[in-house]
């Protein structure tokens, strides 16, 4: 069984420019979260996707975070224009739909806003 | 809300030491508890979990015991080695299905030889 892989595994842009980050879920699992863990600070949560729906976005720090999972499978992480702030790991996890079933997450993208 | 609070690092140790990384949460009800660890290049993998008082949940050695009366899930290992060296998060979830992870600021581990 594959992994939840992220791409890319690191990303340096300048203040103002645009980023994409993409996370492939395990096949078959409904549900997909991103979370982002700022130097020295907790993992964060961000929002959860179950199919192609937003179930929560709460955690999504401003309107310069745009999430999408079209099709219910891959999902992207749009952030435009990149502050210095955001620079920080970007996590994405899956899990299938059970209570308590397991989140598995990728290696994450390491995002640097210079 | 819920959060939680785990010991701030690093940890050092030498090999075959004993390890404890102290871990208290806040949350309302019975969530689950969990201890997530990070290898240097890695994601994060689960490690071990318990889902309710008095449960613990074991793992490559290392021990977690669900104490509700003082809303604390500390990691112990009786004898660390090099490869134990990671970051190590604590998490809880509410037994919900499909709500989020809330994560402690994770613990660097360093063992030495």
């Known amino acids: 069984e594959a992994g939840v892989t992220q791409f890319p595994s690191h990303s340096v842009i300048e203040k103002g420019q645009t980023v994409t980050l993409r996370c492939d879920p395990i096949s078959g699992h409904d549900n997909l979260y991103w979370y982002r863990r700022v130097m020295g600070k907790e993992i964060k949560f961000l929002l959860h996707f179950v199919k192609e729906s937003k179930q929560d976005e709460s955690g999504m720090p401003n309107n310069r975070f745009l999430a999408e999972r079209t099709g219910g499978t891959y999902s992207t992480l749009k952030v435009q224009p990149a502050e210095l702030e955001d620079s920080g790991v970007y996590f994405c996890?899956?899990?299938?739909?059970?209570?308590?079933?397991?989140?598995?997450f990728g290696n994450g993208t390491r995002l640097t806003v210079t | 809300g819920d959060s939680v609070t785990q010991m701030e690092g690093p940890v050092t140790l030498s090999e075959e030491a004993f390890l404890t990384i102290n871990c208290t949460y806040t949350a309302t009800g019975y969530p689950s508890l969990f201890w997530y660890v990070q290898y240097p290049g890695e994601g994060l993998q689960l490690l071990l979990k318990a889902t309710k008082a008095d449960d613990k949940g074991s793992n490559k050695g290392f021990e977690a015991t669900y104490r509700k009366e003082t809303t604390s899930f500390h990691l112990e290992k009786g004898s660390v080695q090099v490869s134990d060296s990671a970051v190590y998060f604590c998490a809880l979830i509410q037994n919900q299905a499909g709500t989020a992870l809330i994560f402690g600021k994770g613990t660097t581990l360093s063992v030495s030889s």
């Open positions: 996890a899956s899990s299938q739909g059970r209570i308590n079933s397991p989140l598995h």
